[in-house]
Nanobody
């Protein structure tokens, strides 16, 4: 069982930046960030595998950067040029399977954090 603790959410004006962090309690092979806005389904944002290969959904490409600190296996999401439509609860997710693919889908990640709120005002 892996526990994930997110931090770094907050409120920012459009065009601003935030960095989210996620600290896992154990080693994980794949990790990712997902988000869920009120009344909407949870959707992928970005994922990364143990080799550092990253995937992004189109609407954050070029604005968000996912990275992992190998020493502590901590996950980060740097978010630039934030838009009001980025407002959501952001969740860290992880898989401890060495066969994980880091696909942009929720069912590949069995472990989830409690979420951290990001609010972008216009």
């Amino acid at each position: 069982q892996v526990q994930l603790v997110e931090s770094g959410g907050g409120s920012v004006q459009a065009g601003g930046s935030l960095t989210l962090s996620c600290a896992p309690s154990g080693y994980t092979y794949c990790m990712g960030w997902f988000r869920q806005a009120p009344g909407k389904e949870r959707e992928p944002v970005a994922t990364i595998n143990s080799g550092g290969f990253t995937r992004y959904v189109n609407f954050v490409q070029g604005r968000f950067t996912i990275s992992k600190a190998n020493a502590k296996n901590n996950l980060s999401l740097r978010m630039n040029s934030l838009k009001p439509e980025d407002t959501a609860m952001y969740y860290c997710a992880a898989s401890s399977s060495r066969y994980c693919s880091a696909a942009l889908r929720t069912d590949g990640f069995p472990y989830w954090g409690q979420g951290t709120q990001v609010t972008v005002s216009s």
